[in-house]
Protein backbone atom coordinates (compact mmCIF):
# COMPACT_ATOMS: atom_id res chain seq x y z
CA UNK A 1 0.00 0.00 0.00
CA UNK A 2 1.51 3.57 -1.05
CA UNK A 3 2.65 5.91 1.90
CA UNK A 4 2.80 9.98 2.23
CA UNK A 5 5.64 9.62 0.46
CA UNK A 6 4.18 8.13 -2.64
CA UNK A 7 2.47 11.54 -3.52
CA UNK A 8 3.34 13.56 -6.07
CA UNK A 9 2.68 17.28 -6.56
CA UNK A 10 0.12 17.49 -9.09
CA UNK A 11 -0.60 13.90 -9.81
CA UNK A 12 -2.81 11.55 -8.69
CA UNK A 13 -2.49 8.56 -6.26
CA UNK A 14 -4.34 5.13 -7.25
CA UNK A 15 -4.57 4.15 -3.58
CA UNK A 16 -3.45 5.02 -0.10
CA UNK A 17 -5.37 4.03 3.40
CA UNK A 18 -5.08 6.11 5.94
CA UNK A 19 -6.65 6.75 9.38
CA UNK A 20 -8.39 9.70 10.65
CA UNK A 21 -6.86 11.92 13.36
CA UNK A 22 -8.69 15.41 13.02
CA UNK A 23 -12.13 15.70 10.71
CA UNK A 24 -13.53 19.63 10.65
CA UNK A 25 -16.43 20.34 8.07
CA UNK A 26 -15.87 23.80 7.59
CA UNK A 27 -19.13 26.36 7.35
CA UNK A 28 -19.35 29.01 4.25
CA UNK A 29 -16.53 27.47 1.80
CA UNK A 30 -16.58 25.47 -1.20
CA UNK A 31 -14.39 22.80 1.10
CA UNK A 32 -16.96 20.05 2.61
CA UNK A 33 -13.99 18.25 5.02
CA UNK A 34 -10.82 18.98 5.96
CA UNK A 35 -9.06 15.85 7.41
CA UNK A 36 -5.70 15.51 9.42
CA UNK A 37 -5.09 11.56 8.56
CA UNK A 38 -2.26 9.37 8.87
CA UNK A 39 -0.86 6.87 6.46
CA UNK A 40 -0.11 3.11 8.09
CA UNK A 41 3.41 4.14 8.63
CA UNK A 42 1.73 7.12 11.27
CA UNK A 43 3.25 10.07 8.38
CA UNK A 44 1.02 12.56 9.24
CA UNK A 45 -0.59 14.96 6.15
CA UNK A 46 -3.98 16.52 5.27
CA UNK A 47 -6.63 15.96 2.92
CA UNK A 48 -8.95 17.93 1.06
CA UNK A 49 -12.63 17.44 0.63
CA UNK A 50 -14.22 19.60 -1.80
CA UNK A 51 -17.97 19.93 -2.35
CA UNK A 52 -17.89 19.89 -6.08
CA UNK A 53 -16.94 16.41 -6.13
CA UNK A 54 -20.11 15.22 -3.91
CA UNK A 55 -18.57 13.12 -1.28
CA UNK A 56 -20.72 11.69 0.76
CA UNK A 57 -19.00 10.03 3.42
CA UNK A 58 -19.10 11.31 7.17
CA UNK A 59 -16.04 11.19 8.72
CA UNK A 60 -15.13 9.23 11.65
CA UNK A 61 -12.14 10.02 13.82
CA UNK A 62 -10.25 7.37 14.31
CA UNK A 63 -11.74 5.09 12.07
CA UNK A 64 -9.23 4.13 8.60
CA UNK A 65 -10.38 4.55 4.78
CA UNK A 66 -9.05 3.54 1.74
CA UNK A 67 -8.90 6.51 -1.05
CA UNK A 68 -7.83 6.67 -4.43
CA UNK A 69 -7.75 9.20 -7.06
CA UNK A 70 -6.81 11.67 -4.80
CA UNK A 71 -4.39 14.83 -6.49
CA UNK A 72 -1.48 15.21 -4.63
CA UNK A 73 -0.25 18.96 -3.24
CA UNK A 74 3.54 19.66 -2.03
CA UNK A 75 4.15 22.97 -0.63
CA UNK A 76 7.81 24.43 0.09
CA UNK A 77 7.40 24.46 3.37
CA UNK A 78 6.76 20.46 3.79
CA UNK A 79 3.33 20.45 3.88
CA UNK A 80 1.50 17.81 1.77
CA UNK A 81 -1.69 17.84 1.00
CA UNK A 82 -4.39 15.15 -1.11
CA UNK A 83 -7.40 16.31 -2.82
CA UNK A 84 -10.79 14.76 -3.93
CA UNK A 85 -11.24 14.58 -7.70
CA UNK A 86 -13.88 13.99 -10.24
CA UNK A 87 -12.64 10.08 -9.48
CA UNK A 88 -11.94 10.26 -6.17
CA UNK A 89 -13.51 7.32 -4.17
CA UNK A 90 -13.47 5.94 -0.73
CA UNK A 91 -13.53 2.54 1.02
CA UNK A 92 -13.59 0.26 3.98
CA UNK A 93 -10.44 -1.51 4.60
CA UNK A 94 -10.31 -4.85 3.16
CA UNK A 95 -12.32 -7.14 6.25
CA UNK A 96 -13.57 -4.29 7.73
CA UNK A 97 -16.85 -4.47 8.78
CA UNK A 98 -19.13 -1.38 10.31
CA UNK A 99 -22.25 -2.03 11.96
CA UNK A 100 -24.79 0.12 13.85
CA UNK A 101 -26.37 -1.35 17.00
CA UNK A 102 -28.98 0.14 18.75
CA UNK A 103 -31.69 -1.69 21.37
CA UNK A 104 -34.84 -0.29 23.55
CA UNK A 105 -36.34 1.55 21.31
CA UNK A 106 -39.98 1.19 22.83
CA UNK A 107 -41.80 2.55 19.76
CA UNK A 108 -45.21 4.01 21.28
CA UNK A 109 -43.30 3.84 24.84
CA UNK A 110 -44.83 7.69 25.41
CA UNK A 111 -48.95 5.74 25.04
CA UNK A 112 -49.00 3.53 28.28
CA UNK A 113 -51.47 4.22 30.66
CA UNK A 114 -49.54 5.56 32.83
CA UNK A 115 -47.26 7.52 30.76
CA UNK A 116 -46.30 11.43 32.36
CA UNK A 117 -47.09 12.36 28.67
CA UNK A 118 -43.33 13.69 27.99
CA UNK A 119 -42.58 13.96 24.21
CA UNK A 120 -40.09 10.57 24.05
CA UNK A 121 -40.62 10.69 20.24
CA UNK A 122 -39.90 6.69 20.05
CA UNK A 123 -40.95 6.58 16.93
CA UNK A 124 -38.84 9.24 15.44
CA UNK A 125 -35.36 8.17 17.56
CA UNK A 126 -35.62 5.09 15.50
CA UNK A 127 -35.59 7.03 12.35
CA UNK A 128 -33.33 9.23 13.23
CA UNK A 129 -30.77 6.12 14.34
CA UNK A 130 -31.39 4.96 10.54
CA UNK A 131 -30.29 7.77 9.17
CA UNK A 132 -27.44 6.93 11.25
CA UNK A 133 -26.94 4.18 9.68
CA UNK A 134 -26.91 5.41 6.15
CA UNK A 135 -24.87 8.16 7.04
CA UNK A 136 -21.85 5.80 7.75
CA UNK A 137 -22.74 3.08 5.50
CA UNK A 138 -23.04 0.64 7.44
CA UNK A 139 -22.92 -2.90 6.72
CA UNK A 140 -25.83 -3.60 8.81
CA UNK A 141 -28.09 -3.00 11.93
CA UNK A 142 -28.25 -5.30 14.66
CA UNK A 143 -31.32 -4.47 17.51
CA UNK A 144 -30.53 -5.95 20.94
CA UNK A 145 -34.89 -6.38 21.21
CA UNK A 146 -38.20 -4.42 21.97
CA UNK A 147 -38.48 -2.39 18.65
CA UNK A 148 -42.32 -1.58 19.96
CA UNK A 149 -43.93 -1.21 23.25
CA UNK A 150 -46.91 -2.45 23.72
CA UNK A 151 -49.47 0.00 22.50
CA UNK A 152 -47.97 2.02 19.30
CA UNK A 153 -50.31 4.12 17.46
CA UNK A 154 -50.52 3.90 13.74
CA UNK A 155 -48.72 7.15 13.50
CA UNK A 156 -45.41 5.28 15.05
CA UNK A 157 -46.77 2.19 12.54
CA UNK A 158 -46.09 4.67 9.73
CA UNK A 159 -43.01 6.11 10.76
CA UNK A 160 -41.29 2.70 11.37
CA UNK A 161 -42.22 1.65 8.11
CA UNK A 162 -40.49 4.49 6.59
CA UNK A 163 -37.59 3.82 8.21
CA UNK A 164 -37.71 0.70 7.01
CA UNK A 165 -38.36 1.77 3.42
CA UNK A 166 -35.31 3.90 3.89
CA UNK A 167 -32.89 0.75 4.92
CA UNK A 168 -34.46 -1.26 1.84
CA UNK A 169 -33.50 2.20 -0.62
CA UNK A 170 -29.57 1.18 0.64
CA UNK A 171 -29.54 -2.36 1.20
CA UNK A 172 -28.78 -2.44 4.88
CA UNK A 173 -30.11 -5.46 6.55
CA UNK A 174 -31.69 -5.41 10.14
CA UNK A 175 -30.67 -7.92 12.35
CA UNK A 176 -32.63 -8.64 15.51
CA UNK A 177 -33.77 -10.45 18.86
CA UNK A 178 -37.35 -10.29 20.62
CA UNK A 179 -37.23 -8.57 23.97
CA UNK A 180 -39.96 -8.74 26.80
CA UNK A 181 -42.04 -5.59 24.99
CA UNK A 182 -44.29 -5.99 22.15
CA UNK A 183 -42.89 -9.43 20.78
CA UNK A 184 -45.41 -10.26 18.47
CA UNK A 185 -46.41 -7.06 17.33
CA UNK A 186 -42.95 -6.80 16.45
CA UNK A 187 -42.54 -10.31 14.69
CA UNK A 188 -45.93 -9.73 12.41
CA UNK A 189 -44.56 -5.93 11.89
CA UNK A 190 -41.34 -7.74 10.03
CA UNK A 191 -43.05 -10.10 8.35
CA UNK A 192 -45.39 -7.71 6.60
CA UNK A 193 -42.38 -5.57 5.30
CA UNK A 194 -41.85 -6.70 1.58
CA UNK A 195 -38.33 -4.79 0.23
CA UNK A 196 -36.47 -4.35 3.96
CA UNK A 197 -33.77 -7.32 4.57
CA UNK A 198 -35.02 -8.98 8.53
CA UNK A 199 -33.12 -11.79 10.09
CA UNK A 200 -33.71 -13.19 13.56
CA UNK A 201 -30.62 -14.11 15.05
CA UNK A 202 -30.05 -17.05 16.94
CA UNK A 203 -28.01 -20.11 17.60
CA UNK A 204 -26.63 -19.93 14.30
CA UNK A 205 -24.17 -17.90 13.35
CA UNK A 206 -24.23 -15.37 10.42
CA UNK A 207 -21.34 -14.25 8.91
CA UNK A 208 -20.62 -10.79 7.66
CA UNK A 209 -17.91 -10.25 4.89
CA UNK A 210 -16.08 -13.24 7.12
CA UNK A 211 -15.03 -10.58 9.20
CA UNK A 212 -17.64 -11.62 12.25
CA UNK A 213 -20.00 -13.84 13.13
CA UNK A 214 -23.17 -12.54 14.58
CA UNK A 215 -25.15 -14.80 17.20
CA UNK A 216 -28.60 -13.97 19.78
CA UNK A 217 -30.84 -15.26 21.85
CA UNK A 218 -34.50 -13.63 22.94
CA UNK A 219 -35.45 -12.23 25.90
CA UNK A 220 -36.10 -15.52 28.64
CA UNK A 221 -35.48 -16.49 32.04
CA UNK A 222 -31.61 -17.17 33.21
CA UNK A 223 -32.73 -20.99 32.57
CA UNK A 224 -33.87 -20.34 28.84
CA UNK A 225 -30.96 -18.24 27.83
CA UNK A 226 -28.13 -20.38 28.92
CA UNK A 227 -29.46 -23.16 27.84
CA UNK A 228 -29.95 -21.49 24.80
CA UNK A 229 -26.64 -20.71 24.57
CA UNK A 230 -25.62 -24.13 24.64
CA UNK A 231 -26.50 -25.03 20.99
CA UNK A 232 -24.61 -22.00 19.64
CA UNK A 233 -21.99 -23.62 17.23
CA UNK A 234 -18.99 -21.54 15.77
CA UNK A 235 -17.86 -21.09 12.20
CA UNK A 236 -14.21 -21.95 11.67
CA UNK A 237 -12.06 -18.94 9.75
CA UNK A 238 -14.02 -16.20 11.28
CA UNK A 239 -12.18 -14.39 13.73
CA UNK A 240 -14.67 -12.39 15.83
CA UNK A 241 -17.74 -13.50 17.50
CA UNK A 242 -20.81 -11.06 18.84
CA UNK A 243 -23.43 -11.87 20.69
CA UNK A 244 -26.63 -10.43 21.11
CA UNK A 245 -29.09 -11.22 24.12
CA UNK A 246 -31.54 -8.75 25.91
CA UNK A 247 -30.96 -9.86 29.78
CA UNK A 248 -28.48 -8.14 32.14
CA UNK A 249 -25.19 -9.57 31.63
CA UNK A 250 -23.00 -9.71 35.64
CA UNK A 251 -20.77 -7.78 34.47
CA UNK A 252 -21.77 -4.83 34.61
CA UNK A 253 -24.70 -6.12 36.82
CA UNK A 254 -23.48 -7.79 39.64
CA UNK A 255 -26.53 -8.08 41.37
CA UNK A 256 -29.29 -9.03 38.80
CA UNK A 257 -27.85 -10.49 35.66
CA UNK A 258 -26.49 -13.41 34.14
CA UNK A 259 -22.79 -14.44 34.39
CA UNK A 260 -20.85 -13.83 31.96
CA UNK A 261 -18.68 -16.82 32.36
CA UNK A 262 -21.66 -18.87 32.52
CA UNK A 263 -22.71 -17.50 29.19
CA UNK A 264 -19.71 -18.28 27.27
CA UNK A 265 -19.25 -21.47 29.40
CA UNK A 266 -22.66 -22.59 28.51
CA UNK A 267 -21.71 -21.67 24.11
CA UNK A 268 -18.35 -22.97 24.45
CA UNK A 269 -17.81 -19.71 22.32
CA UNK A 270 -15.05 -17.14 23.67
CA UNK A 271 -17.37 -14.18 22.47
CA UNK A 272 -15.35 -11.06 21.57
CA UNK A 273 -18.37 -9.08 22.61
CA UNK A 274 -21.80 -9.27 23.99
CA UNK A 275 -24.08 -6.54 23.07
CA UNK A 276 -27.32 -6.04 25.73
CA UNK A 277 -30.92 -4.94 25.35
CA UNK A 278 -33.04 -4.35 28.21
CA UNK A 279 -31.54 -1.84 30.30
CA UNK A 280 -32.32 2.10 28.98
CA UNK A 281 -28.74 3.85 30.07
CA UNK A 282 -25.89 2.34 29.20
CA UNK A 283 -23.82 0.49 31.54
CA UNK A 284 -20.58 -1.52 29.96
CA UNK A 285 -17.82 -4.10 31.15
CA UNK A 286 -15.20 -6.61 30.50
CA UNK A 287 -15.48 -10.13 31.25
CA UNK A 288 -11.93 -11.81 30.85
CA UNK A 289 -11.30 -10.90 26.58
CA UNK A 290 -15.07 -10.09 26.50
CA UNK A 291 -16.10 -6.60 25.91
CA UNK A 292 -19.88 -5.97 27.70
CA UNK A 293 -22.12 -3.32 26.37
CA UNK A 294 -25.83 -2.85 27.54
CA UNK A 295 -26.88 -0.30 24.46
CA UNK A 296 -29.44 1.44 26.41
CA UNK A 297 -32.45 3.25 24.45
CA UNK A 298 -32.77 5.23 21.33
CA UNK A 299 -34.91 7.25 23.22
CA UNK A 300 -35.53 9.60 26.76
CA UNK A 301 -37.16 7.08 27.99
CA UNK A 302 -35.04 6.11 31.20
CA UNK A 303 -36.76 6.50 34.65
CA UNK A 304 -33.10 6.89 36.49
CA UNK A 305 -32.39 10.31 36.95
CA UNK A 306 -28.23 10.15 35.53
CA UNK A 307 -29.29 7.97 32.45
CA UNK A 308 -27.10 8.72 29.07
CA UNK A 309 -30.40 9.25 26.19
CA UNK A 310 -30.56 8.54 22.47
CA UNK A 311 -27.77 6.03 22.25
CA UNK A 312 -26.98 4.24 19.10
CA UNK A 313 -23.27 2.37 18.57
CA UNK A 314 -20.93 2.21 16.13
CA UNK A 315 -19.53 -1.07 15.90
CA UNK A 316 -16.22 -1.43 13.47
CA UNK A 317 -14.99 -4.80 13.43
CA UNK A 318 -12.07 -5.77 12.13
CA UNK A 319 -9.62 -9.23 12.29
CA UNK A 320 -8.18 -7.78 15.29
CA UNK A 321 -10.78 -5.99 16.95
CA UNK A 322 -14.42 -4.76 17.74
CA UNK A 323 -14.24 -0.66 18.61
CA UNK A 324 -17.67 0.81 19.78
CA UNK A 325 -18.09 4.14 19.46
CA UNK A 326 -21.47 5.72 21.07
CA UNK A 327 -23.40 8.07 19.00
CA UNK A 328 -26.00 11.23 20.37
CA UNK A 329 -28.98 10.60 18.15
CA UNK A 330 -31.69 13.41 17.44
Not at 20 to 29: G, V
Not at 72 to 95: C, K, M, Q, Y
Not at 96 to 109: F, M
Request: hydrophobic content about 40%; glycine content about 8%.
Amino acid sequence: MPSRDDIVDGERLDRIQVRIKEAHKPSNTSLSWRLTVEDQLENEFEVKIWDTHDIDIWWREGWWYVLEQGRGTRWDSGAIVLHSTTDFEVSRPDNTVNLLAIGDTHIGHENRPDSTGEPYRTARQFLSAVGYAVRYDVAAIVHAGDLFDDAPTEEDLLIAETAFTILAQHGIPLYFISGNHGVQLALDFYDELKDAEIYHLGAEGVSIAQTIELFGIDHGSPETVLSQAADITSSAGIDQQLLVVHNEIDPPRKDSGIPACRLIESSGVAFDCILAGHLHSPEAAIWSDTTIQHLGSTAAISAIGNAQYDSAWLVRVTPNDINLQRLEIG
